[in-house]
């Protein structure tokens, strides 16, 4: 029984936790705005954990999805008929599960863009710092062998350069603050 639930956790770890992301932005654009997105993930996880086996399951995102449509189907039904017309649009189907499609081509080249205009916003000698440490990948020893300082400065400009990215990209993107400081977290553990 424990090696099951050890190994339903890491299928969990693995293959669905990483779809996380993308199943928030679906539920964003196709839920009500009264519907707790994170009602309904806790929801889906706590489904996914109850399942006694998922050798079964040949395509966890595909599974996931329809967890997640039963999920929000059932709220929604329980919330009364004022919200049963948003129960169409969850049959609309997700983002292609693999493959470069044009959409995803332009989403992607657009996302390069508005962070190559967020790096070029930052000042000088941040911008510099943050190009090298994180498109270039050096380590912060070398970055301050070759700019002749401080291993400190290097890692202060890096993280406030990326503290303002991801402010800038927040305004635009008008993100809740809680969101904002769980983004920060997760890039201060990639840093």
């Known amino acids: 029984m424990a090696s099951d639930s050890r190994d339903r956790a ?3 770890a693995s293959r669905i936790i990483p779809l996380e992301s993308q199943i ?6 196709v839920t009500p705005p009264s519907l707790e997105i994170d009602d309904v993930i806790q ?18 995102r595909a599974y996931l999805y329809q967890v ?13 008929p004022a919200t049963a017309g948003n129960a169409l649009e969850l049959h609309a189907p997700p983002e292609p599960e693999e493959g470069l499609t044009p959409e995803r081509i332009l989403s992607g080249r657009q996302e390069l863009d508005r962070l190559y205009r967020a790096i070029m916003r930052l000042p000088e000698p941040a911008r510099t710092i943050f190009v090298m440490r994180k498109i270039d990948n050096l ?19 890096v993280a406030r350069g990326l503290r303002k990215i991801l402010l800038q990209f927040a305004k635009e993107d008008d993100l809740p603050r809680d969101e904002l400081a769980v ?7 990639d840093a």
């Open 68 to 80: 997640v449509k039963s999920v929000v189907s059932e709220l929604l039904r329980r919330a009364g």
């Open 43 to 60: 929801e889906a996880y706590a489904i996914l954990w109850g399942l006694s086996d998922v050798s079964h399951i040949g395509n966890p």
């Open 183 to 189: 983004r920060r977290q997760g890039d201060a553990a």
């Open 24 to 29: 928030r932005g679906w539920l964003r654009r």
């Open 10 to 12: 890491q299928w969990i």
């Open 139 to 157: 380590p912060q020893k070398v970055i301050a062998e070759r700019l002749r300082v401080s291993e400190h400065v290097v890692e202060n400009h």
